[in-house]
């Protein structure tokens, strides 16, 4: 898990709710990024963030919404327009460069009842 | 489109045995192909990463074989461990940011006594 944090573990939200999810690092890495993981499926990116106040939309970035005022922090808010939220969300960050390697959170479990 | 596809799903060895798990891709442009082990509920952890002029990279028991003109890779685990037991995902980056990372389904290993 390096150093890079992710709360809570665990997540339950009524239909509805928006909720935020927590991304911390204390690696100074310049890069973070979000993914979505579902059982079967590959990674999906949602936002990543090369740099302060900047971020770009992945492939799947409808439903979310991300801010990055913090080099360390950057956190991802489900919204209720996000139709089917239930999944495993993983945080990670890295070196700008292309061959640098990500380092991955322990992950938030959320879901919706 | 580009695509990694990873074989087998699922597989079930004795500890102590060796094993090879696979990955086709069909990503273009390609930059690095990169191994993850995630352990269930975890956040995945990087193996190795290969560029297009490397053929063999080893992590302990884990090597890690790429023929870019075939654009395949292999991850060749000797003598396994218990602790063996988890996904392995492949991915291979595109280049330009690490925002094009292509992520497999994975291969789900589980080692049994």
């Known amino acids: 898990d390096g150093g890079i944090t992710q709360s809570p573990k665990y997540l339950f939200r009524k239909e509805g709710q928006n909720v935020t999810l927590s991304c911390e690092q204390n690696?100074?890495?310049?890069?973070m990024y979000w993914y979505r993981q579902d059982p079967g499926q590959g990674l999906r990116l949602i936002y990543y963030s090369q740099i302060v106040n900047d971020f770009q939309k992945g492939d799947i970035a409808e439903g979310y919404s991300v801010s990055r005022e913090k080099k360390e922090s950057f956190p991802l808010t489900v919204t209720s327009a996000q139709k089917n939220p239930t999944a495993f969300y993983l945080c990670a960050s890295s070196w700008p460069a292309v061959a640098s390697e990500q380092f991955f959170g322990p992950g938030t479990r959320l879901t919706v009842l | 489109k580009n695509q990694v596809e990873q074989s087998p799903q699922s597989l079930i060895i004795l500890e102590g045995k060796n094993c090879t798990l696979q990955c086709n891709y069909t990503v273009s442009p390609f930059s690095n192909l990169r191994w993850y082990k995630q352990d269930t509920g975890r956040g995945p952890v990087s193996l190795t990463i290969?560029?297009?002029?490397?053929n063999t990279k080893s992590n302990g028991r884990y090597t890690a074989t790429l023929d870019a003109d075939t654009k395949q890779s292999s991850l060749h685990i000797t003598a396994s461990q218990l602790s063996d037991s988890a996904s392995y995902i492949c991915v291979v980056s595109s280049g330009g940011s690490q925002g094009n990372l292509i992520f497999g389904k994975g291969t789900k290993l589980s080692v049994k006594p």
């Open positions: 690696l100074n890495h310049d890069a």
């Open positions: 290969m560029t297009f002029s490397e």
